[in-house]
């Protein structure tokens, strides 16, 4: 009997779609997928990453910037920071005063 394989609890992965073909060349869509595991549950977020442009021998790699997806990034970061200067600034505050 085979011990069974674990799978890591963060995984990154790129994968290729399907290759769209237009007058001008292929299209192919590239995903980047992010799996979080734990015990009894998880989590998948799928987000477009890139496109390759193929035109005969040529091949062009385009990223996708995700505007939306950086802000919220910021914004959180933003929060924590305030949140902990805060705790911090308070939890001195109240060690002055007792003293």
Known sequence: MKPAT?????QVNTSRGEPITTRYGQIVPLIQVVK???PG???NWNRPAAI???QGQSQQKLPIKNATSRTI???VLTGLAITL???SF???RRRHQHD
Do not use: A, D
Not at 6 to 10: A, C, K, N, V, Y
């Open 85 to 87: 200067g805060l705790s």
């Open 73 to 75: 990034f910021t914004i």
């Open 6 to 10: 674990r799978e890591p609890i963060l």
């Open 52 to 54: 390759e442009l193929q």
């Open 41 to 43: 549950g998880g989590f």
């Open 90 to 92: 308070l939890k001195n």
């Open 36 to 38: 979080l595991r734990w």
